[in-house]
């Protein structure tokens, strides 16, 4: 009898402290990575790279405890203009040909208001990897009425410079902003 007991007692104190943790993907349809430049100091020209993987692991509801990793196929780049998208993709810009993803893993997610979090994290491109930071924006979760997936939403906004990872090197600033506004929005479809 004292060890059903001892058994049963163990089995409860090993759930009580059992995590589970989610796992969940982009749902590409409903899931954009952008980024925007500016042009002669005048004009805004935006673009999306079409092609690319989030996988999002949390263990709470809130994603207070998330992690983040993305994957990007630098030859998905899209500005509208053919002719742009493959200089781009050039060793003038992104090098595809030698660069064919970036990458970006978290390490860190800082609470910053209510749903709102300093995501940090090593992002390489072009084949340097610098630690960056971005403001993340949690939308929610719900159950698509379609599909009836649990579905969650983010936001990701922030900027990088694209001289950090030497890309375009020979365009200077007043041609081509150094700075690089990023913008994502996804919604993630919970596999476990």
Do not use: C
């Amino acid at each position: 009898m004292k060890k059903i007991a001892f058994i049963i007692t163990a089995f409860i104190a090993l759930t009580a402290f059992t995590t589970v943790v989610s796992n969940w993907e982009n749902d590409d349809p409903h899931s954009q990575l952008g980024f925007t430049v500016t042009h002669l100091g005048i004009s805004d020209v935006s673009g999306t790279f079409n092609d690319f993987d989030v996988k999002v692991t949390s263990s709470k509801p809130d994603f207070s405890d998330a992690t983040f990793e993305l994957t990007a196929k630098i030859a998905s780049i899209d500005t509208r203009v053919e002719a742009r998208n493959n200089h781009l993709k050039s060793a003038d810009f992104f090098d595809a040909a030698k660069y064919p993803e970036l990458t970006f893993k978290s390490n860190s997610l800082k609470k910053d208001g209510k749903n709102n979090y300093k995501l940090s994290g090593d992002l390489t491109l072009h084949g340097i990897t610098k630690q960056v930071t971005m403001d993340l924006k949690y939308r929610g979760t719900t159950v698509n009425p379609m599909s009836k997936a649990t579905t969650a939403g983010f936001q990701l906004e922030g900027v990088i410079k694209r001289s950090d990872f030497n890309i375009g090197a020979g365009f200077p600033a007043p041609m081509v902003s150094d700075e690089v506004r990023i913008k994502a929005d996804g919604e993630f479809i919970q596999k476990q």
